[in-house]
């Protein structure tokens, strides 16, 4: 058992109102309303005594019940009424004894766990009978059986109610053993030490143990007897560095024992105890330890002080329904005097003696108290904030005051995370009791304001959260506690703190912890400013997206004017340089649309702030500075507002320059984000038309740095630089008479920059240049054009060979320039993009290359991007060409193409990558429905469309294969695509994905079967051109070995039964080509395909078999073993399916051929083997092989 | 451990009860909201807004929402982390002009995932105006009988006098109590 386990001692021993450490799921909590599986359970656990026997149907049945009461873990309460039935049926049960005791026992522990321990232990039977059994129970067993510990468990609770029992133990005793006077075998002390036995086990009994020790030694006769010689034991334990166990059993009993026993019996042990306490350095061990000893101080704290509320605290005004109601205004009168809102600030009515009698024990106690509430872990933390809460209670208000004093010292900059969350705790937990009194609000406020934007960085990551999440529970807590004319003066403090942290904390439970104190605090104290109209737009699930806290709801809340300029402060103050990169953006769209509604704050305060800082050598501050101050003054430009003076301009302007100057060193990651937040400035700069189109100097560095990361190899960079080159030339170039000339040459240089030897800058370019608006292109349309068609097609030079990225950067970018516009048969580029200049010919011949790109490395089938884009370009292409020139559908569109590249796309929609499949059969539905013309071009297009109806194409999901490829199959018939979707479906089935391959095989199964209805003419079609496909691909592995594969699959299936016939050669053609493919090779994995399907082939005509089993006898002596081996265990299972029908040899030959594949050891040298094949070939009548070369063995 | 699972665990433990109250405008929400607290009834404009109150009531504590008749209800209940407990719908019983639509906004409301489960109180106020329909009258009008979903119950009362605001409330606490709380 881990030591973890150990920690279900505190919900044990806390019960109510202890937090834990587990997840609570977030459900409706109250969902179900009542047990509705009651009769079901009950059947379950009467069952038990006819199947324990079983013990597979015991755990199957377990686990049934264990789900069924699961789901009440939320609402425990609601088995409450049942548990007493239950639990009879299982005692009952236990008491028969033997292995079903156990079971039932273990089932009882789910309802424990389930309803809490408290509540199931009331519950279960007083009768003092029962006490000897379970003693005996616990003493007999070894309790440290990880199988059987849920029964030690519910046993050890079971006891703690049996011994509460008012009955003399001695009476138990005497009828055991009449004449025993060894106090030592008593029952009693035998009790003690079966406690002391349950103590210290690492396992969930020794959790359970402290509740039963308690009980049992607060007996009034047990006190006596043992209570001393207990607590003596334990001190020892603790101050002794003893075993884990033992120490937290003892620091746990301690506490249990502090808790149960009435303080004057218990009194005079504290002094004695509390020093083992601290001289036990519990605060120096691990966590578990330091929880229990951070407990056990607060109990002895609670017994050294007397219980009594505090006369002095804080309270809300008169809150009974009932008297209310009733109006009794005498009654509430008084009522209300007595409980007004005001301190009672009269001490002296209450006695405060054992304070100052006790005065170091307590002193000693808080302080150690407010040292646990640092710690570094949260539920010692907790521990210790619930326990100060409970300490100040009992104490005078001086003095208490005194710890709020104390407590406001954690919250500096010194004190770590742990302090500033403990101190936040512990405030929430004061303030909850009333015992913060509004006066000292003043110097709380302003330390909670702190708290709930602290963040703390360390390195890539930052710690806080929990602080923050727990400031929000201060504020939420005195939303509750105070009176709104003591809240008043901090209203505007405490809802822009709440504001801030709810639209702008990285995470989520922390905005959401925010909203909800905000909407307590609406609520409760009425004086909040828009307090309604932020709580309707604020709520949980709006601002539970990060993006739309950010930037959709912080405009809403924006917008009043008490609010925003502490926003912008707020994201200028800490979030703009965020260490988080999504922050910062968000951080300066969020400042830029604020702004919106503060153009002179921004103007003047804001823009001189940030400009310094963009050169800051903090990359996060230089970054977000870069992104705000473009949003900043995007925004304003938008509305008309951005009026800069001449040295804010200026002072832009050289923010280029200078973070230039610094040079990048390398492609860090820190200068890539000084790259694209500068790449973004710029970009904002163009779009808000900065009136800098005559500096040639600002023009000149600008264009070099953004020409400079167009081949960046990081996407991001690339992309930003790309976007802003978009409206940066359109606003400093185009727009820009002194350099418009200058555009042609631009183009120019990037066209040839697109035949370079690097692969990102040819990428960059031709991402750069397919992102240009139409109006820079237009002068220069055809050089581009050309220049992308030739990067975008397979060159000579080998290195290009693979360069995918490229070739497919060049086709989206022809696709992106051709969907910006329509097609015109006029020559004016204000009607669209004059088709005369497109020469689709060239284009069509590129794409059709594209479509058959299989470039591999090692990332995979990289050429997928190449087909991808081809197809969308031909798509684009197609589809405007037909439109503009309805009339004459030919002019453009030549049926041949259409009939290519149909076929091809139709193929990809039958390969075996999904999105690529996706991808074709959305294009190929939509080129087939094209509508306004219809392009009549594709051909078969009526055919076709029955098979794929507007209805199945509205809801067809292109990626399940067991839905498209019945219907392409269809297109086997049509001429035209028979070869293209065979070639598809020859690759999909050979493939690796069992559903892929399942689905191509059943569809063209099921296509050959039915076609065999008229004959076989259709089939043997079908076969020439499979064949023909394996000889267009004669080496390419990529198709040659799935189709080995996949006409074997065939061939199993006796679909191609027809081909094996003498009249046709298809298998002799087969046997030729798998020879050829094979010859030679090294990867066995293709000539284990071979063989399989040489095998099959023997259920063929005489001439296929002899052919076949030629080729197998070579195998048969393969230089590789394993060859050899598959080879005779595959023909001998094909002999076995087949040479009944075909083979023409002697029963007795036969048998021997038999006897001498299984009985071989095929892995051995070639040389003892070769007798015995050749032995195998002499009996088959078939040639013995000729060994051309030498032996590799 | 966040706010969150905080909130969780006092609930349980300071036997918190959640109860929003809602109805179209002028139906008398603020009127018995404010009898609740003991408040003075005489000075009542719509409500604009919310308020948040919590009375102790028989070893309970019920915090009671009182939500203005804004367009945009939806973020009271949504917002929370807690669910709603207990749902006051409060119906003028001498608008009858308006009982179709009071119908209809009261079966929407109820298909709100985070008010599953939720008791359903149906106060019939002004009952002692002449003209006002009967309590049975207003369960025929509202369809009630066809909620199964919830628990649900029709009291008739009249929030200026405060008849019978208490036996409507106690049967109310009575039935969430029995699905969120252990009874001792």
Request: glycine share 6%; with cysteine.
């Amino acid at each position: 058992m881990s030591k973890g386990s150990r920690q279900s001692l505190v919900e044990l021993e806390e019960g109510e109102g202890t937090v834990g450490d587990e997840e609570f799921p977030l459900g409706l909590g109250c969902a179900l309303d009542l047990f509705r599986e009651k009769d079901e359970v009950v059947g379950i656990l009467k069952s038990l005594p006819d199947i324990y026997v079983d013990k597979s149907a015991a755990e199957t049945l377990y686990e049934k019940y264990q789900r069924i009461l699961d789901r009440y873990q939320e609402q425990p309460h609601l088995l409450d009424k049942h548990i007493e039935e239950m639990i009879e049926i299982l005692i009952s049960q236990v008491r028969i004894g033997s292995s079903l005791k156990y079971l039932s026992l273990k089932f009882l522990r789910q309802i424990f766990k389930v309803r809490g321990p408290k509540e199931v232990v009331k519950r279960m039977p007083h009768e003092i009978a029962d006490l000897v059994p379970v003693l005996i129970y616990l003493e007999s067993e070894n309790l440290d059986d990880p199988n059987t510990w849920e029964s030690g468990y519910v046993l050890v609770m079971w006891l703690s109610i049996l011994v509460i029992n008012p009955f003399n133990l001695k009476l138990l005793d005497g009828q055991q053993e009449e004449d025993n006077q060894n106090r030592d075998s008593s029952i009693a002390a035998r009790l003690m030490n079966v406690c002391k036995k349950c103590l210290v086990l690492n396992n969930n009994i020794g959790s359970a143990a402290p509740f039963l020790v308690a009980k049992f030694l607060t007996r009034p006769d047990m006190q006596q007897i043992y209570m001393s010689d207990f607590i003596d034991w334990t001190c020892k334990n603790i101050q002794e560095k003893t075993a884990f166990g033992i120490r937290v059993g003892s620091f746990a009993s301690l506490s249990a024992i502090f808790k149960h026993a009435k303080r004057q019996e218990i009194l005079h042990y504290s002094e004695k105890v509390l020093k083992a306490v601290i001289s036990s350095e519990y605060e120096k061990c691990d966590t578990v330890l330091r929880k229990a000893g951070t407990k056990l101080v607060q109990r002895i704290g609670m017994v050294f002080l007397r219980t009594k509320i505090a006369p002095w605290r804080y309270q809300r005004g008169s809150r009974s329904l009932l008297m209310n109601l009733q109006g009794n205004k005498a009654l509430s009168q008084k009522d209300v005097e007595k409980c007004d809102t005001q301190v009672n600030g009269d001490d002296e009515s209450v006695n405060y003696q054992e304070v100052s009698q006790y005065s170091d024990s307590i002193e000693a106690i808080l302080d150690k108290l407010l040292e646990s509430l640092k710690d570094k872990d949260t539920i010692v933390r907790w521990s210790a904030a619930k326990g100060i809460g409970r300490v100040t209670n009992r104490l005078p208000k001086d003095y208490a005051d005194e710890v709020v004093e104390n407590l406001l010292q954690s919250f500096s900059p010194r004190e770590s995370n742990g302090a500033w969350h403990g101190g936040c705790l512990a405030l929430a937990e004061l303030s909850r009791r009333g015992l913060l009194l509004p006066e000292r609000l003043e110097s709380v406020i302003p330390v909670i304001n702190k708290a709930m934007v602290y963040d703390e960085i360390r390195g890539n990551f930052s710690v806080g959260s929990h602080v923050r999440d727990a400031a929000c529970y201060v504020l939420w807590a005195f939303a509750r506690a105070f009176e709104p004319k003591v809240v008043e003066p901090y209203v505007h403090d405490i809802a822009t703190s709440l504001i801030v942290v709810m639209l702008f904390d990285r995470e989520i439970n922390c905005r959401r912890a925010a909203s909800a104190a905000f909407q307590e605090n609406v609520g409760r104290q009425g004086n909040f400013p828009h307090g309604i109209d932020i709580v309707t737009v604020a709520d949980y699930f709006s601002i539970g997206n990060r993006q739309n806290a950010f930037t959709t709801i912080s405009l809403d809340i924006g917008k009043f004017k008490v609010y925003t300029i502490p926003m912008i402060d707020h994201l200028i103050a800490l979030k703009f340089n965020h260490f988080d990169g999504s922050v910062r953006e968000l951080a300066a769209e969020a400042l830029g649309k604020l702004g919106q509604f503060e153009p002179d704050y921004m103007l003047t305060e804001i823009l001189p702030k940030l400009i310094p800082l963009c050169y800051d050598l903090d990359t996060f501050t230089s970054n977000g500075a870069l992104y705000s101050v473009g949003q900043i003054i995007l925004k304003l430009f938008k509305i008309n507002k951005l009026e800069l003076t001449e040295k804010t301009l200026d002072e832009i302007r050289g923010i280029a320059h200078k973070v230039i100057e610094r040079k990048f060193r390398g492609s860090t990651k820190g200068n890539e984000l000084i790259r694209q937040g500068l790449c973004f400035l710029i970009m904002c700069m163009a779009r808000a038309k900065l009136p800098l189109h005559k500096d040639d100097e600002f023009l000149t560095i600008t264009y070099k740095f953004l020409l400079e990361n167009i081949p960046n190899v990081d996407r991001k960079t690339k992309t930003l630089a790309t976007d802003c080159l978009r409206h940066y030339f359109l606003e400093f170039y185009f727009k820009n008479p002194s350099r418009q000339s200058s555009i042609s040459g631009i183009l120019e240089q990037f066209a040839s920059q697109l035949k370079t030897a690097s692969m990102p800058t040819r990428q960059g370019f031709a991402f750069a240049l397919g992102n240009f608006p139409l109006e820079i292109l237009r002068e220069n349309f055809q050089l581009v054009m050309e220049a992308l068609v030739s990067c975008a097609s397979v060159q000579t030079q080998p290195n290009t060979l693979v360069w995918a990225e490229s070739r497919r950067e060049a086709v989206l970018a022809i696709n992106n320039i051709l969907s910006d516009g329509p097609f015109t048969l006029e020559d004016d580029w204000d009607k669209g993009i004059p088709v005369q200049l497109i020469s689709h010919k060239l284009l069509y011949e590129c794409l059709l290359v594209g479509m058959d790109d299989y470039t591999t490395d090692k990332r995979g089938d990289i050429g997928s991007w190449v087909r991808e884009a081809s197809m969308l370009c031909i798509e684009t292409l197609t589809t405007k060409l037909t439109e503009c020139s309805p009339a004459n559908p030919d002019q453009f569109l030549d049926s041949t193409v259409v009939t290519k590249f149909m076929g091809l796309i139709a193929k990809q929609a039958v390969e075996k990558i999904d999105n690529l499949r996706v991808r074709a059969g959305k294009i190929f539905s939509n080129l087939l429905h094209h509508q306004n013309p219809i392009i009549e071009q594709v051909p078969q297009r009526s055919q076709i469309v029955q098979i794929f109806p507007a209805e199945f194409v509205a809801s067809a999901n292109w990626r399940s294969t067991s839905q498209t490829f019945p219907r392409f199959v269809e297109l086997l018939k049509f001429e035209e695509y028979t070869y293209p979707i065979l070639s598809g479906f020859v690759v999909s089935g050979g493939s690796l994905s069992d559903r892929v391959m399942k689905d191509a095989n059943g569809a063209v199964k099921n296509y050959i079967h039915a076609s065999g209805a008229m004959g076989d003419a259709e089939i043997i079609r079908i076969s020439e051109i499979l064949l023909q496909i394996f000889r267009d691909n004669l080496k390419v592995e990529r198709v040659t070995l799935p189709l080995m594969k996949f006409v074997t699959q065939l061939l199993q299936s006796n679909v191609l039964s027809p081909l094996l016939t003498s009249h046709v050669p298809f298998g002799v053609k087969l046997i030729d080509l798998v020879k050829s493919e094979v010859v030679n090779t090294t990867r066995i994995e293709k000539i284990i395909a071979a063989i399989d399907l040489l095998c099959e082939l023997i259920q063929g005509p005489p001439d296929v078999v002899k052919n076949s089993l030629r080729r197998l006898m070579v195998y048969l002596c393969h230089g590789y073993p394993r060859i050899r081996s598959i080879t005779a265990q595959k023909l001998y299972e094909s002999i076995i399916t087949y040479a009944d029908d075909t083979l023409d040899v002697l029963p007795e030959n036969l048998e021997e051929v038999m006897s001498l594949l299984s009985e071989t050891r095929w892995d051995q040298e070639i040389s003892t083997l070769k007798p015995h094949r050749n032995r195998i070939c002499d009996l088959l009548d078939v040639p013995k092989p000729n060994l051309l070369k030498p032996s590799s063995s | 451990m966040v706010l969150l699972q905080i909130l969780r665990k006092l609930k349980q433990k300071e036997k918190e009860v959640r109860i929003l109250m809602l109805g179209l405008d002028n139906a008398g929400k603020t009127t018995i909201w404010k009898k609740f607290n003991g408040e003075d009834i005489n000075t009542i404009s719509p409500t604009l807004g919310f308020n948040i109150k919590s009375l102790d009531h028989n070893g309970f504590q019920l915090n009671i929402w009182d939500v203005g008749g804004q367009k945009s209800l939806r973020s009271y209940w949504r917002n929370y982390f807690e669910s709603t407990d207990g749902l006051v719908w409060v119906v003028d019983s001498a608008d009858k002009a308006r009982l179709e639509d009071c119908k209809l906004e009261l079966h929407k409301l109820l298909q709100e995932e985070r008010l599953s489960g939720a008791t359903l109180l149906v106060f019939a106020n002004k009952c002692d105006l002449p003209g006002a329909l009967s309590a049975q009258e207003i369960r025929d009008a509202l369809n009630l009988d066809e909620i199964k979903t919830h628990h649900w119950q029709i009291v008739w009362c009249s929030a200026r006098t405060g008849e019978n605001l208490l036996d409507g409330i106690d049967w109310m606490i009575t039935d969430i109590a029995s699905r969120i709380f252990t009874l001792d």
